[in-house]
């Protein structure tokens, strides 16, 4: 017979789930921070733009060069 005191603890039966779970957090978390990122320099290129034609200048728009 085994006491009480003899039994080992048995560990929980969804440590699994709980890295599937961190591991979507962590998706999620980085996709936040690449969407924030795009946000931040899409909200750039707008203000320059708005800035550009606040002045009362023409022909704001960026103008892409081909690489060489």
Known sequence: ??????RKPEPPEDEGSRAIENIVMLGF??????AGIWLLGTMA???KAQDCAG???????TIEAPAR
């Open 45 to 47: 290129d707008v203000r």
């Open 55 to 61: 002045q009362g200048r023409r022909n704001c728009g």
């Open 29 to 34: 978390f980085v996709v936040l921070v690449a």
């Open 1 to 6: 017979m085994t006491e009480e005191g003899d």
